[in-house]
Structures are given as C-alpha cells and as structure tokens.
C-alpha cells in the first residue's frame, strides 16, 4: 500500500492550512509546502507524513496564469502516487470566470486525469460553512447567510458572490456537466447512495457536488469517496470538508488507528499581527485587540501601492511598529478595518489613476506587507507571527521565504499555529499562524500569543 493517502494543492494560504490542520487533527501526519517537494526530499526530512500538500495563490490567477502554473504543480503531487489529488478551494467559494476559477482548475486536473470523475465537497461544519440543495450558505457574526446575500462575499471586491447556487455560479467557469447529491439522497442507505452517485456518472456528469450540513453528511461522503475512488488515481475539489470527511472514515475504516497529540506552545510576552483582510470578522479582532493592549498601526495601502511613495510609507511603518515593540507593546498592523474603511476606495481610486489592474492591488500590498513584517521580525528576533487574510499569508511567506509548515497547535478551526521551515535561518524555527479573514473568534491574535485557545 502506498504509505501517502492524499496530496493536496491550495488556492490560498490559509486555505491550506487550513486542510493540514484537518488532516493533523484526524490523525494524518501532514507537512505543507510553499513549492512541490521532490519525493526523495520528503522522505528524508520528513519521514512518516501520509499527506503532503502545496500553498498557493491560484484564488488570484486568471484562467492564463492557471494554464502555465497549475500543470506542472498537479503532475508533481501526482508523483507521490497517493490515490486522491485534492484542490482546495475556499469554503466561500471565491471565484469567477477571470480570477481564481475553479471551473478552470477543474478541467486542467481532468485533463491530468481524464478519466476522473470530480466529486466536488465545499460545506465544512466546522467553518459553519453549509451546502444545502446545491446552495452554499456560510456564518457571519452569528447569522447564516445564503452566500449571494453574505456581508462580505456579496461584496467581495475581486469575487463578489451573486449566485449562491454553486451548480449556476461553476458552470460559468466550465462547459463539465455539473450532479448534485443532495442532502435527502445522503439520509439513504449507504447502497442507495451509491446507485444513486453511479447514476449521476451513468448519465454523464463529469463533477458531483454534495450537499453537507452536519458531520454525519460529512462521515457519508467520505465513505462514498474511499470505497468509490480509494484506488485512484482521483482528481478532488473543494473546502477542507474533504478532509474532514475522509478522515472521519479512515478512522471508522481502521485505515488510521489513532489520532495525533498536540501540546500547545509556551506563551510569548510579544506578538506581530498583519492584517489585510477587510472582513467583519477581522475587524472585530483588530478592535478587540486595541481595546486590550495591542498597538495599532494603519498602514497606508494607497502610499505601499504607489511606485514613488512605497519606500518612504514601508520605513515609516517599520519606525512605527519598532517603537511600539520597544514599549513592550504587542503590535497590529492593518491596512483597512472593516469592509467600508474608506482606505479600500482610496486605494482602488489610486490604482485606476496609475493604470494597476484591480487584480493586481492585492498583490501589490502583501509584497509590501511582507517586506514590512519581514524587516521588524529581522529586527527585533522576534518569534512568534500572525497574519490575517488569505492572499496576504501567500505573499507574506513568500518574502519571509518559508519552505514548508507544520502544525503546533488548533487555536481556531481553519487557523491553526505552526512551525515554519525556512531557507533563512533567522526564521527556521518562526511560529506564525495564517489566518483567513473570517475564521477566529474576536480574541484570536491573544489566543495566538498565548499558544492556545481560551
């Protein structure tokens, strides 16, 4: 048997962290990488994993971008020879035709294996993200939301969600035949099911999406995904639901036979956050933080984007976040609070007058921000990080040259703490949480300084 059961590529960061966590915590040694291992080089430095998966950025790529980058990236996790390749996709479902398409994804992984059908799973419970007759619905505030109506993914600035039935909004992206498996079909037993799921493949569906609303659905598609395509080779897509559905059935299956003891961390006396999420979510662990001690620093997104006054607006957040730290100060530094900050405006307005593409906004401020965070932890030794928002950790990383991560400890689901391995000494043994804009509760970052959840 193949000592590796699943390699996984993520569209974002966190999201990828977010899937290492679930494995972790379902008893599947995992590292993750920023670039495709070599198989000799894993099993050398990281004998005993049975996952491996790879950070990505593809949630920001246009459909030409993900033609040149996503091939050569699937055909390496298919070297491991596990029988199921995973690509994970936000629980919110962020994409469109032009950036971070799925539909896209999905035919360049069929295309890798052309006989594959692609079962697609987006609810996770644990994230109270639910998928229910096709319809993705997900939790803000202490409110469900149909996603077409969610406060922040109805007005996300790159993929706004104004379909919430995810079967319309994919097949925009791709010409593949789209079945659902929906939440009655799932009450069946297991042999019904799995007529019913032969059907689908019978009458031509090439991508099979499930409802999920509870754990129970989740224990049924992942006994349907093992017993169906166990043997594989089998191209997967969606939220960390898959693995929390395999793994519920791997250890039902005996397949693993116990779950994996974390201790949690020491508590550090400083912590750093960077913040370039704009979700309600963040904002009010921003807020909580500056009402009991942290120091804020706002960045100005429209000085970092701008070619002339980037340099100048980094030194000066650097001068800033050095001070505070030097008062013993833990410190938050954030580039907008909240949805409607009128920094958001000011920066795309900025962006159109020097002809930056939207897309390319993003980008532009988390090199920044890793550039910043990079020259205060180089600075002051510090060694323990957090940062929020998903394209933001994948361009964070990437300045602080982080190779692979692995987890220390669950502090929110989603947005575990790890260890990191980088090619810069400095930061060879940094711990760094990456953390979606919507996941934590509002003690998040202080949970992160403590080393574990209050």
């Known amino acids: 048997m193949n000592e590796y059961l699943l390699t996984y590529y993520g569209d974002d960061f966190t999201g990828s962290a977010d899937v290492m966590e679930a494995l972790v915590l379902g008893g599947i ?81 069929r295309a890798l294996l052309p006989e594959s059908i692609v079962p697609l799973v987006v609810g996770a419970p644990a994230l109270k993200r639910y998928v229910t007759f096709g319809n993705l619905f997900a939790t803000a505030g202490g409110q469900t939301y149909r996603l077409d109506r969610h406060p922040t993914m109805s007005r996300h600035p790159i993929t706004p969600m104004d379909e919430s039935d995810l079967r319309v909004h994919l097949a925009k992206q791709t010409k593949g035949r789209i079945g659902l498996i929906n939440i009655l079909q799932l009450a069946q037993p297991q042999a019904d099911l799995q007529r019913d799921y032969q059907a689908l493949i019978d009458q031509g569906c090439e991508i099979i999406l499930f409802d999920t609303i509870d754990h129970c659905h989740l224990r049924t598609i992942g006994k349907l995904i093992w017993e169906h395509h166990g043997q594989g080779p089998t191209f997967l897509v969606g939220s960390s639901g898959i693995e929390y559905a395999l793994t519920y059935h791997w250890l039902d299956a005996g397949i693993v036979r116990e779950n994996i003891t974390l201790k949690p961390p020491a508590s550090v006396d400083q912590l750093i956050v960077m913040c370039g999420s704009a979700s309600p979510t963040t904002k009010s662990q921003i807020e909580w933080a500056l009402d009991n001690g942290y120091s804020g620093i706002r960045l100005n997104s429209a000085r970092l984007i701008d070619p002339v006054q980037s340099a100048a607006a980094c ?137 574990y959840a209050g």
């Open 315 to 451: 030194a000066e957040s650097i001068r800033a976040a050095l001070n505070a730290l030097g008062q013993g100060q833990s410190i938050v530094l954030y580039a907008a609070l909240g949805p409607d900050d009128p920094a958001i405006a000011q920066s795309q307005e900025l962006a159109k007058q020097l002809a930056i593409q939207p897309q390319s906004v993003g980008a532009m401020l988390g090199q920044q921000q890793g550039m910043i965070l990079r020259a205060i932890l180089e600075e002051t030794g510090l060694r323990r990080a957090c940062i929020a928002g998903g394209d933001t950790s994948g361009y964070v990383a990437q300045q602080l040259e982080i190779v692979a991560l692995e987890i220390l400890n669950p502090i929110a689901p989603g947005a575990p703490l790890c260890r990191a391995t980088s090619r810069l000494p400095q930061f060879k043994r940094l711990e760094i949480a990456f953390k979606g804009g919507q996941n934590g509760k509002e003690d998040y970052f202080e949970a992160i300084r403590m080393g």
């Open 29 to 109: 040694p995992t590292v993750l990488f920023l670039e495709p291992p070599q198989p000799e080089f894993v099993q050398t430095y990281f004998p005993g994993i049975r996952a491996i998966g790879v950070a990505g950025i593809s949630r920001t790529m246009t459909p030409a971008q993900m033609n040149v980058d996503l091939p050569p990236i699937f055909m390496a996790l298919k070297a491991f020879g596990a029988p199921l390749i995973h690509y994970k996709i936000c629980s919110t479902f962020d994409s469109s035709p032009t950036t971070g398409s799925i539909g896209q994804a999905i035919e360049l992984g």
